[in-house]
């Protein structure tokens, strides 16, 4: 009867633990699947971005290792008078990827950026200037 007894009552128990303990991890699960419904398009759109550099999101560079994926918010520069694709990638290339980083960047540095050609007479304060108004109208 002892035996019996203490089956029942690790049953009742362990029902009891299951009830409390099953809303947490379905909360859990839930969390988890809405972080990655928020970074799929991110994902999608780095992957699109990167397919030329022979790269994928979230693909390890070596099997076995795991390469950390950096997402950017990226403000597209070539809105901006004077700044082409070449430009825009060399902006990049030197961590500007904003309206807001290139207006915080002194003007001989990114000028040190675009490296243009002596003939290229670029206004990289007409830039600064444009990317505070594109910046200013993002928060509008």
Do not use: C
Request: proline share 4%; no cysteine; net charge negative.
């Amino acid at each position: 009867m002892d035996f019996g007894l203490g089956f029942v009552i690790g049953l009742v128990i362990g029902l009891l633990i299951n009830w409390v303990l099953e809303p947490l991890f379905k909360r859990r699960a839930h969390s988890a699947a809405q972080v990655n419904a928020e970074l799929q398009p991110r994902s999608e759109a780095l992957e699109s971005a990167s397919a030329g550099e022979g790269w994928r999101a979230g693909q390890a560079s070596t099997p076995g290792k795991i390469t950390k994926v950096i997402i950017r918010d990226r403000d597209d520069l070539e809105r901006i008078d004077g700044i082409g694709p070449v430009f825009a990638s060399r902006l990049n290339e030197g961590g500007i990827f904003t309206y807001k980083q290139l207006t915080s960047t002194p003007a001989a540095r990114i000028q040190q950026l675009v490296a243009a050609e002596a003939w290229q007479n670029i206004d990289v304060q007409a830039w600064i200037v444009e990317a505070e108004r594109l910046a200013a109208q993002q928060h509008h």
